[in-house]
């Protein structure tokens, strides 16, 4: 071996070493501070907590909403009791989390004979690897979710993509007293755990601002077979009606946008709901249909204020008065 090859040879080794050195300090750094609470996390784990007391202390049968915070600001769940003649608990606080934990906690609060309707977000239907700051940042502090529900490829997304600074505030714990406080979070969940506090009146304007400048998305050019999860909803709602219950997905309401109206990404809104039924699920409502003006909205493009909601949920109501009577005929 030449003196350049041995020098070639010696510096390869020291590199590998150097991140194989690397690779296992982070790895212990990340494994060190699984589980621990961090303050970002907090208005989902007690909005979570208080959700689940909620539907634990009303006697089954019942109607669970389960999605994300769309259907913590877009429904209004003594609408749909009143229309139903069940009592009524929204589970919805934060898609960001991701369809594995909105499908956990809906196991959790499930009982025999309730009825489920799901207005998910269109993200958690094709986020199988997928994952964001919300999601790493809880499933940190929850590492203990089945492996099957979390993907090779979203742990190895999570070990490679968490901030350093997401680790350091794991070791840093809650800081003395914390509570949590503004818009989101338990504080501001009435007693079926629907949003309060979100009349238009009380739209700040970087509220308004917020929902001016959404993002346009592109849901349909996004959507993939590799990134599906069809089968994780199907097997949720065969966990539903194997108790006797019957589950309903329905659209979200969602600003309004020319864009969802053309090409690839009319074709998804209006196939969704055959795509849906295909694979097994219980889809009802056109998703165009459920779209709405920007003068509908708080402080997001999924969050509805509380007279655009009232609205809303009225359509809902009668959405679902068919489609549960039908279910319950069954």
């Known amino acids: 071996m030449t003196v350049r090859r041995r020098a070639h040879f010696r510096f390869l080794c020291a590199a590998l070493l150097a991140g194989g050195t690397w690779l296992l300090a982070w790895a212990i750094l990340l494994a060190g501070q699984l589980g621990r609470p961090v303050a970002m996390d907090q208005w989902v784990e007690q909005s979570y907590a208080r959700k689940l007391a909620i539907a634990e202390a009303v006697s089954a049968p019942r109607v669970l909403v389960v999605a994300g915070s769309g259907a913590l600001f877009g429904l209004d769940s003594a609408i749909l009791e009143q229309a139903l003649g069940r009592p009524v608990v929204n589970l919805g606080v934060n898609a960001g989390v991701q369809s594995q934990f909105i499908r956990r906690y809906a196991r959790q609060a499930l009982k025999p004979g309730d009825w489920v309707v799901l207005p998910l977000e269109y993200p958690l239907y094709h986020d199988r690897h997928r994952t964001n700051l919300a999601f790493t940042s809880y499933w940190l502090s929850h590492p203990g979710i089945r492996r099957m529900e979390v993907s090779a490829?979203?742990?190895?997304?999570?070990?490679?993509?968490?901030?350093?600074?997401?680790?350091?505030?794991?070791?840093?714990?809650?800081?003395?007293?914390?509570?949590?406080?503004?818009?989101?979070?338990?504080?501001?969940?009435?007693?079926?755990?629907?949003?309060?506090?979100?009349?238009?009146?009380?739209?700040?304007?970087?509220?308004?601002?917020?929902?001016?400048?959404?993002?346009?998305?592109?849901?349909?050019?996004?959507?993939?077979?590799?990134?599906?999860?069809?089968?994780?909803?199907?097997?949720?709602?065969?966990?539903?009606?194997?108790?006797?219950?019957?589950?309903?997905?329905?659209?979200?309401?969602?600003?309004?946008?020319?864009?969802?109206?053309?090409?690839?990404?009319?074709?998804?809104?209006?196939?969704?709901?055959?795509?849906?039924?295909?694979?097994?699920?219980?889809?009802?409502?056109?998703?165009?249909?459920?779209?709405?003006?920007?003068?509908?909205?708080?402080?997001?493009?999924?969050?509805?204020?509380?007279?655009?909601?009232?609205?809303?949920?009225?359509?809902?109501?009668?959405?679902?008065?068919?489609?549960?009577?039908?279910?319950?005929?069954?």
């Open 153 to 330: 490829v979203q742990l190895a997304r999570l070990f490679w993509f968490t901030s350093l600074q997401r680790v350091v505030d794991g070791y840093a714990g809650l800081p003395d007293g914390y509570r949590v406080e503004g818009l989101y979070g338990p504080h501001n969940l009435d007693e079926r755990g629907d949003q309060i506090n979100s009349e238009a009146a009380r739209q700040e304007i970087w509220m308004r601002e917020a929902v001016l400048n959404s993002p346009v998305h592109d849901y349909g050019a996004q959507a993939s077979a590799l990134q599906a999860n069809w089968d994780h909803w199907a097997a949720l709602a065969q966990a539903i009606e194997a108790q006797g219950g019957c589950a309903v997905f329905i659209p979200p309401a969602m600003l309004d946008r020319p864009h969802y109206h053309v090409g690839v990404e009319r074709e998804y809104y209006q196939g969704l709901p055959r795509e849906a039924r295909a694979q097994g699920l219980n889809f009802q409502g056109a998703p165009l249909a459920f779209m709405y003006p920007e003068s509908s909205f708080f402080d997001t493009n999924y969050h509805l204020n509380a007279e655009a909601r009232e609205r809303h949920s009225q359509r809902v109501a009668t959405l679902l008065q068919e489609a549960f009577a039908t279910c319950a005929a069954r």
